[in-house]
């Protein structure tokens, strides 16, 4: 349920995150120093004590502002709320303002997901979508703060996130553009003027990261055989994975494997 998860210093400004668009919700809280979120359109001011919930598909990156550190708390998901759901196909961007109170919270917060990761229990599951619900909780707090997008960027927004998760559910049988447009209701042109609108990417670059990851995800989470990870990830066989895998990472499917190791 917890697809990474990350809380200690960061160096935005020598070691800046350039924006890219995520495809799962994104968490991220400065609960120390300051931060400059990165936008496709230029950087924000810097900000300290906030925490925002990005939806999938939104473009951003980090920067610093060069006086020192900051310590963050980092957490990707693909399950969150529905009330979540809902706000991030209407486009709406999450952002509070962090107390002390609730510095203390997300620190506290931190330590219980770390402890479930050095000791899987039967509650881990229980315990990370408790973990999804407090960040959520706290998001909501503050709705009155919350900056609401236009409508088209709103409809953008959720056409993509739609395209994303049908993509992810028919992943093994190696769907096309068309196929996915096909299935969102919109034709295949639409379609990537939505992701463009949305995302900042065409259909294929997303769709193509997705498989890639998802590939990284099997060859090192798991012992399956190469042509099984392939049929998996929708290629007609072994050689055509090895080929796109090859290209999208510049290495191949082994030797991601054998690093691993």
């Known amino acids: 349920m917890i697809d ?13 995150v350039q924006p890219y668009a995520r495809d799962r919700w994104e968490f991220q809280a400065v609960l120390q120093g300051t931060a400059r979120l990165w936008k496709p359109d230029g950087l924000d001011l810097p900000r300290d004590n906030t925490l925002w919930v990005f939806p999938p598909g939104h473009r951003h990156g980090w920067s610093g502002d060069g006086r020192r550190d900051c310590r963050v708390f980092v957490l990707h998901t693909r399950w969150v709320p529905a009330e979540l759901v809902q706000l991030g196909a209407e486009g709406v961007l999450l952002e509070a303002a962090l107390t002390n109170r609730d510095r203390d919270r997300l620190r506290a917060l931190a330590t219980r997901i770390r402890a479930y990761e050095d000791r899987p229990t039967l509650r881990q599951q229980l315990a990370a979508r408790h973990a999804i619900l407090e960040l959520s909780l ?5 709705y009155s703060q919350l900056r609401l997008r236009d409508q088209a960027k709103g409809i953008a927004f959720r056409k993509a996130h739609q395209a994303v998760a049908w ?5 093994a ?3 096309r553009v068309a196929d996915v447009a096909q299935a969102v209701g919109v034709s295949s042109t639409h379609l990537r003027r939505l992701f ?3 995302r900042q990417e065409a259909p294929h670059a997303a769709f193509d990261r997705i498989r890639l990851q998802r590939a990284d995800e099997l060859l090192t989470g798991t012992d399956l055989k190469l042509l099984a990870i392939a049929q998996m990830l ?7 994975f090895h080929r796109a895998y090859r290209k999208g990472r510049g290495c191949t499917p082994g030797q991601t494997r054998r690093a691993a190791i």
């Not at 990474?4 to 800046?16: E, I």
């Not at 993509?167 to 992943?171: D, F, H, S, T």
């Open 173 to 175: 049988d190696g769907p």
């Open 138 to 142: 706290l998001a909501l707090d503050q």
């Open 196 to 198: 463009l609108q949305a």
């Open 167 to 171: 993509y992810e559910e028919n992943l």
């Open 234 to 240: 929708g290629f007609s066989g072994v050689e055509s």
């Open 4 to 16: 990474y998860f990350a809380y200690g210093q960061r160096d935005y400004k020598s070691k800046p």
